[in-house]
């Protein structure tokens, strides 16, 4: 996305929240669902004034510790209230930022990337998702049955990624080149990742690249996986984290702090209670709670793996989605508290 599309993107969004087309399908309320009175720890006798923000997101379980932060309280207990905006990925969250109509976000790091090589400052304050070959969140699926085997038999066929020039994209098209193909050749369809199950049963794609839990729910019907494609290319594979502007983050910082220390207390909560915070996936993504106790979670940090953010300002570059000769490091792209 061009820098001149990227701020005609911001400024129509500015004056409202990306609602319409860009909300991915199946996705929850725009508002974060209520906490849940039985899992809310006791309020603090002193606590925060309140202060609104909003925050783009997708209904994925990569943000699982954002979603115990706010049902356990610890939210609160910094003094924020997050209106979740659902949308459909970092190339529509970025532009939303920029425009004012979001507070912060998530993104994916291409998209992150991206942006800063085309002068818009964008950068993480907290990170979040991390693909492993333990538990791998993201793959290429193909219908059962399919004659697609391999990255070769993709050459030529349709795939769908939820946004061009982002960090699936790139990967699809990484993976598909060190796997012998040419990813030149292929049609890349932008779909949002809850219609991706659909277009493989219905046969309009010859392939999809999901993330949980939309691997789990295809796979649970007519789909098997191709590829764990990212962490095949890399374990400990940087995904997302939470962004925002260089200006919002500089004017709001206590803000983006209080955030950060929630958002840190809901990972380490997610890693001793598992079973509950599976509970939390399957009712911020709208899920069967029989496919969100099967499916691969993402491994969380409240810290960046900097060598593993660095592996897509490089992809960037070898893709031309960023100059080759800029100076752009992984380093610049977050904030130290």
Not at 87 to 105: E, K, R
Request: proline content about 7%; glycine content about 8%; overall charge positive.
């Amino acid at each position: 996305m061009k820098r001149r599309e990227l701020l005609k993107r911001a400024a129509a969004l500015g004056g409202a929240a990306a609602g319409g087309p860009l909300l991915a399908a199946c996705a929850p309320a725009a508002t974060a669902p209520s906490p849940s009175a039985t899992t809310a720890p006791t309020a603090s006798p002193t606590p925060k004034p309140i202060r609104a923000l909003k925050v783009g997101y997708l209904p994925l379980t990569d943000f699982l510790g954002m979603y115990a932060a706010i049902e356990q309280g610890y939210m609160a207990e910094e003094g924020l209230k997050l209106e979740l905006q659902a949308m459909a990925g970092g190339a529509t969250i970025i532009p939303a930022i920029v425009g004012g109509s979001l507070d912060f976000g998530i993104s994916n790091y291409v998209s992150v990337i991206v942006a800063n090589g085309q002068g818009i400052k964008i950068k993480a304050f907290s990170d979040s998702a991390y693909g492993s070959k333990a538990s791998p969140p993201f793959a290429i699926i193909v219908k059962k049955g399919s004659p697609i085997k391999t990255a070769k038999d993709l050459n030529g066929k349709k795939v769908a990624v939820n946004t061009r020039n982002g960090i699936v994209h790139v990967g699809v098209m990484e993976w598909i080149e060190r796997g012998g193909g040419d990813p030149k050749t292929v049609q890349y369809v932008e779909l949002p990742f809850p219609q991706m199950p659909p277009a493989i049963t219905q046969g309009s794609v010859d392939a999809a690249a999901p993330t949980e839990p939309f691997v789990t729910v295809s796979t649970s019907q007519d789909a098997s996986v191709l590829s764990y494609y990212l962490t095949d290319l890399r374990d400990n594979c940087a995904i997302a984290g939470f962004i925002s502007t260089d200006d919002w983050i500089t004017k709001n910082r206590d803000a983006a702090q209080a955030f950060h220390r929630a958002n840190t207390k809901g990972m380490d909560w997610v890693a001793k209670n598992e079973k509950t915070a599976r509970e939390y996936a399957a009712k911020y993504a709208n899920l069967d709670p029989a496919i969100a106790s099967k499916i691969n979670l993402a491994a969380l940090r409240s810290t960046p793996l900097v060598d593993a953010v660095q592996f897509w300002v490089d992809m960037s570059k070898k893709w031309g989605l960023l100059d080759k000769n800029s100076t752009l490091k992984a380093e610049d792209l977050f904030v130290k508290f």
